[in-house]
């Protein structure tokens, strides 16, 4: 299983601790996804950040595209 949360709202919102979560098998190419609370004190890892900016929002608009560019980072 392998998992990754990303965040929607910008640090000026009251909305920001609100994020989305996604937890997937690369196997069996199952996955889920959920609005999960994260605080706002704790960082998150943005494994989208070297990528330009119309890339980055094509793969957050498609949640199995992303799961797709997620696992081949992770080697998956």
């Known amino acids: 299983m392998r998992a990754y949360q990303f965040r929607t709202y910008p640090p000026e919102s009251t909305m920001f ?3 989305i979560g ?3 098998c690369s196997e069996c190419r199952l996955y889920v996804g959920a609005m999960v ?3 706002r004190t704790r960082p998150l890892v943005d494994a989208l950040a070297s990528l330009p900016a119309d890339e980055r929002a094509r793969l957050l608009r498609k949640e199995m595209a992303l799961i797709d560019y997620l ?3 992770a080697g998956g």
């Open 17 to 19: 601790e609100r994020c």
């Open 22 to 24: 996604l937890a997937w």
């Open 37 to 39: 609370y994260i605080p």
């Open 71 to 73: 696992d081949r980072q």
